[in-house]
C-alpha cells in the first residue's frame, strides 16, 4: 500500500470553500453554501482515517508523537497568525469587537471554540450587528477535537476490534445517531444554532468519511475498472456533485428539513463524491484536477480562516454595500484570495517543515550586521508588531456592560423595553411619567389629522420585529397606544412565525398585524408562507429595510413587493424610499433610526396604516 496525493480532492476543496465564502458574501443568491463544511468534514474523515490505517497496516502500530506534532505544526501557524492580526486590527479600530477576546483566544487555541459560541448564545446566521471575525472557527474547534481523539480511538478499534467490518458499522452507527441527535435537538422556528455548532451534532460527517475510508483506503483501489463498473462509479459521483450543487443553491440554512435528515443526505452525497474521486480507475479525479483547483485546494485552509474577517471589516468600512453588491463581492474574494496566497507561501508552507528547536538561531542570524535576509527582518519586526498590539487589546478587554453602556442604540433600546416591560404589566405611571407620556404622544402624532390620532388612540394592533422596530417602539407606542410590540435584537424572519402562531392560537392577534423584519438577512418562501397562512384573515403591513451596509438589502425589498402581489392582505410600509436618502435620520451603522429619524420612521408606518381604516 502507498498513500496517494490525490489531486480531486482539491477540486472538492474549491467547491467546499466557494461554496461557504459565496454563503457569508451573498446568503440569499447562495443560500445553501453552508454546506462546504460538511465536506470538509467527510474529506477530514476519509483522509485521517485511511492515513491511520494505513500506518496501522504497514508498522503494527500508530505513531501518536508524530501525528499530532504534524497537525500541530500544519494548523497552528495559521491559526495563530490570523487570530493575532484579527485581534490587532479591531484593538486599532473596533474597539467593541474586543468583548471576551480572551475567552476567544483561548477556547480557539485549545480547540473548543464552538462550545464557547454555544455557551455564549452566539448566533451563526444573525448577519447584523457587531458580528464577531472568529464565528467561522467553529469548524476548526471540531476538526482539532477529532485530531485529538480520533487517533486513540482507531487505535483502539484496530487493536481490539480488528476486523474492518465490525469497524464500519461501528462508524456508520455512529454516524446515525448523531444525525438522530440533531433531529431530536433541533426546534422549529427558532434559531439553529446550538445544533450547527455542536460537535455531538456534526460528528456525522466525520464518521461517514472514517467508515468510507475502512472500507474503500486509497492504497487498494484497482488502477483500472471495466467499462461498466467505470461508467457506474462515475455516474455515482457525476448524480452526487449534481445534487451537491443543487442543494448549494436551494437550502436553506434555517429549514427544518437540513436538520431533520437533509444534511445527512448531504453528506452521504459527498462520501459518494469523495469515493467516485477517490478511485483510480474513475474518471471523477482528472475531472476535478487543474490548477485552479490545485491553487485553491491547496489554499483552502488559508482561504477558510481569513475569509470572516475579510468581509465583516470590509462591510464594516464600506457603507453602501447594497448599491454594487457584485462588484464589492469581488472585491472582497480578491482581497481574500491576496491575504490566503501570502499566508500559504510565508506562513503555513514554511512553518509546517520550520525546525523550531532552531528558533533562536534563526533570529540571532537574521539581525546580524551582514544578514542577507532583509524581508526575514522585515517580518520578524511586524509579527512582534501585530502581536503587541493584539497583546494590548487582550490585556485591556473592554467590559460588556461598559461597550453597551457607550452605545447609544442600545440605551434607547433598553429604554424602550423597559417601558414596553411597564404596559404589559398595566403598572400605573406617576404624574411625571405621565406628563412625559402625554408630550411624547403629541410629539409622535404630530402631524396626523383630528380624525387618525382618533382611530390611533383606539386601534389594536400587534407589532411583531428585529432591533429597528425595538428602537422604534416606543414611537410606534406613543402614535398608537393600544399597540402591543414585541421586537428583539438579531431576530430572523423564521423566528416570528412560533410568535405569531402562540398570539393566534391564545385569540391575541389583532386584526392589524405589523412586521418589521428583514434588517438580519433574507427569508425563504415556506417562511412567507407561514406567517401569511397564520395571519390569513387579518391586515398585515410589512416595512421593508433600509440596510445599505449589507447585499441583502434589495433582495428582501423585492421579495417582499413580489409577496404583496400574491397576498392581498400584505402592505408593504416603503421606509427604503423615504429615507434612502437621509443619512441624518440614522445612527452611525445607516440602518436603526436615530432621536430625529424617529419622527419620520413613526410618521410613514401611522399614515400607511390609517390611510386605509
Same mark, same amino acid.
Given at each position: 500500500m502507498k498513500k496517494r496525493y490525490i489531486t480531486g480532492f482539491d477540486g472538492l476543496r474549491t467547491l467546499a470553500v466557494v461554496g461557504v465564502i459565496l454563503y457569508h458574501i451573498m446568503p440569499f443568491k447562495f443560500q445553501g453554501g453552508f454546506l462546504g463544511v460538511p465536506i470538509f468534514l467527510v474529506l477530514s474523515g476519509y483522509l485521517i482515517t485511511d492515513h491511520l490505517v494505513l500506518e496501522y497496516e504497514q508498522t503494527g502500530t500508530i505513531d501518536l508523537k508524530n501525528f499530532y506534532i504534524k497537525r500541530i505544526k500544519r494548523?497552528?501557524?495559521? #491559526?495563530?497568525?490570523?487570530?493575532?492580526?484579527?485581534?490587532?486590527?479591531? %484593538?486599532?479600530?473596533?474597539?467593541?469587537?474586543?468583548?471576551?477576546?480572551?475567552?476567544?483566544?483561548?477556547?480557539?487555541?485549545?480547540?473548543?471554540?464552538?462550545?464557547?459560541?454555544?455557551?455564549?448564545?452566539? +448566533?451563526?446566521?444573525?448577519?447584523?450587528?457587531?458580528?464577531?471575525?472568529? %464565528?467561522?472557527?467553529?469548524?476548526?474547534?471540531?476538526?482539532?477535537?477529532?485530531? #485529538?481523539?480520533?487517533?486513540? *480511538?482507531?487505535?483502539? #478499534?484496530?487493536?481490539?476490534?480488528?476486523?474492518?467490518?465490525?469497524?464500519?458499522?461501528?462508524?456508520?452507527?455512529?454516524?446515525?445517531?448523531?444525525?438522530?441527535?440533531?433531529?431530536?435537538?433541533?426546534?422549529?422556528?427558532?434559531?439553529?444554532?446550538?445544533?450547527?455548532y455542536g460537535t455531538d451534532t456534526r460528528l456525522f460527517s466525520i464518521f461517514l468519511g472514517a467508515s468510507l475510508a475502512i472500507i474503500w483506503p486509497s492504497g487498494r483501489l484497482r488502477q483500472r475498472l471495466d467499462g461498466r463498473l467505470r461508467l457506474m462509479l462515475d455516474g455515482i459521483g457525476i448524480v452526487s456533485l449534481l445534487l451537491m450543487l443543487w442543494m448549494f443553491m436551494t437550502t436553506s440554512?434555517? +429549514?427544518?428539513?437540513?436538520?431533520?435528515?437533509?444534511?445527512?443526505?448531504?453528506?452521504?452525497?459527498a462520501t459518494l463524491l469523495i469515493a467516485a474521486v477517490a478511485h483510480p480507475g474513475a474518471d471523477l479525479n482528472r475531472m476535478l484536477s487543474n490548477p485552479v483547483?490545485?491553487?485553491?485546494?491547496?489554499? +483552502?485552509?488559508?482561504?477558510? *480562516?481569513?475569509?470572516?474577517?475579510?468581509?465583516?471589516?470590509?462591510?464594516?468600512?464600506?457603507?453602501?454595500?447594497?448599491?454594487?453588491?457584485?462588484?464589492?463581492?469581488?472585491?472582497?474574494?480578491?482581497?481574500?484570495?491576496? *491575504?490566503?496566497e501570502f499566508s500559504y507561501?510565508? *506562513?503555513?508552507?514554511?512553518?509546517?517543515?520550520?525546525?523550531?528547536?532552531?528558533?533562536? #538561531?534563526?533570529?540571532?542570524?537574521?539581525?546580524?550586521?551582514?544578514?542577507?535576509?532583509?524581508?526575514?527582518?522585515?517580518?520578524?519586526?511586524?509579527? %512582534?508588531?501585530?502581536?503587541?498590539?493584539?497583546?494590548f487589546g487582550i490585556i485591556n478587554q473592554p467590559d460588556a456592560s461598559?461597550?453597551?453602556?457607550?452605545?447609544?442604540?442600545?440605551?434607547?433600546?433598553?429604554?424602550?423595553?423597559?417601558?414596553?416591560?411597564?404596559?404589559?404589566?398595566?403598572?400605573?405611571?406617576?404624574?411625571?411619567?405621565?406628563?412625559?407620556?402625554?408630550?411624547?404622544?403629541?410629539?409622535?402624532?404630530?402631524?396626523?389629522?383630528?380624525?387618525?390620532?382618533?382611530?390611533?388612540q383606539m386601534l389594536q394592533v400587534t407589532a411583531v420585529g428585529d432591533s429597528v422596530m425595538a428602537d422604534g417602539m416606543e414611537t410606534l407606542q406613543n402614535i398608537f397606544p393600544q399597540m402591543y410590540v414585541d421586537a428583539k435584537v438579531g431576530r430572523q424572519v423564521a423566528e416570528i412565525v412560533p410568535i405569531l402562531q402562540a398570539l393566534k392560537n391564545q385569540g391575541k392577534l389583532a386584526d392589524t398585524v405589523l412586521i418589521g423584519e428583514g434588517t438580519n438577512g433574507p427569508f425563504t418562501q415556506q417562511t412567507l408562507d407561514q406567517i401569511m397562512t397564520i395571519t390569513k384573515g387579518?391586515?398585515?403591513?410589512?416595512?421593508?429595510?433600509?440596510?445599505?451596509?449589507?447585499?441583502?438589502?434589495?433582495?428582501?425589498?423585492?421579495?417582499?413587493?413580489?409577496?404583496?402581489?400574491?397576498y392581498h392582505n400584505l402592505t408593504i410600509i416603503d421606509w427604503y424610499?423615504?429615507?434612502?436618502?437621509?443619512?441624518?435620520?440614522?445612527? +452611525?451603522?445607516?440602518?436603526?433610526?436615530?432621536?430625529?429619524?424617529l419622527k419620520y420612521y413613526g410618521d410613514v408606518v401611522a399614515r400607511a396604516i390609517l390611510k386605509k381604516k
Open positions: 494548523l497552528y501557524p495559521g #491559526l495563530i497568525t490570523m487570530l493575532m492580526a484579527t485581534t490587532a486590527y479591531i %484593538t486599532l479600530f473596533q474597539r467593541q469587537l474586543l468583548v471576551n477576546i480572551r475567552g476567544v483566544i483561548v477556547t480557539n487555541l485549545l480547540y473548543v471554540y464552538n462550545w464557547f459560541e454555544i455557551a455564549h448564545g452566539e +448566533s451563526y446566521f444573525d448577519k447584523f450587528g457587531n458580528q464577531s471575525p472568529f %464565528t467561522h472557527l467553529w469548524t476548526l474547534a471540531i476538526e482539532g477535537q477529532f485530531y #485529538l481523539f480520533w487517533p486513540l *480511538i482507531m487505535l483502539a #478499534l484496530l487493536v481490539f476490534v480488528r476486523k474492518k467490518q465490525p469497524i464500519f458499522d461501528i462508524l456508520f452507527i455512529g454516524s446515525f445517531v448523531s444525525a438522530l441527535l440533531m433531529a431530536f435537538m433541533f426546534h422549529p422556528n427558532q434559531d439553529p444554532s446550538r445544533v450547527y440554512g434555517q +429549514s427544518d428539513l437540513v436538520y431533520r435528515g437533509g444534511m445527512y443526505f448531504f453528506s452521504l452525497l483547483f490545485t491553487w485553491v485546494g491547496r489554499r +483552502s485552509y488559508g482561504i477558510y *480562516i481569513y475569509q470572516y474577517p475579510v468581509l465583516i471589516f470590509y462591510e464594516s468600512a464600506v457603507k453602501n454595500i447594497a448599491a454594487h453588491p457584485w462588484l464589492h463581492a469581488i472585491i472582497e474574494i480578491i482581497i481574500i484570495c491576496l *491575504i490566503s507561501r510565508c *506562513i503555513e508552507k514554511k512553518l509546517s517543515k520550520f525546525d523550531y528547536s532552531q528558533t533562536w #538561531l534563526v533570529l540571532r542570524d537574521s539581525f546580524r550586521k551582514n544578514s542577507p535576509f532583509k524581508w526575514r527582518q522585515v517580518g520578524i519586526v511586524t509579527a %512582534t508588531a501585530v502581536t503587541v498590539i493584539a497583546l461598559a461597550v453597551q453602556k457607550d452605545n447609544q442604540l442600545q440605551q434607547v433600546i433598553q429604554k424602550n423595553e423597559q417601558a414596553t416591560a411597564k404596559r404589559k404589566k398595566g403598572k400605573k405611571l406617576t404624574a411625571k411619567e405621565k406628563q412625559e407620556q402625554k408630550a411624547a404622544q403629541a410629539s409622535a402624532q404630530k402631524g396626523l389629522t383630528a380624525a387618525q390620532k382618533k382611530r390611533a387579518h391586515k398585515v403591513y410589512w416595512i421593508n429595510v433600509h440596510v445599505p451596509t449589507k447585499n441583502w438589502q434589495n433582495q428582501v425589498n423585492s421579495d417582499l413587493e413580489a409577496a404583496a402581489k400574491k424610499s423615504k429615507s434612502n436618502n437621509h443619512p441624518d435620520w440614522f445612527y +452611525s451603522d445607516n440602518v436603526h433610526p436615530n432621536s430625529n429619524g
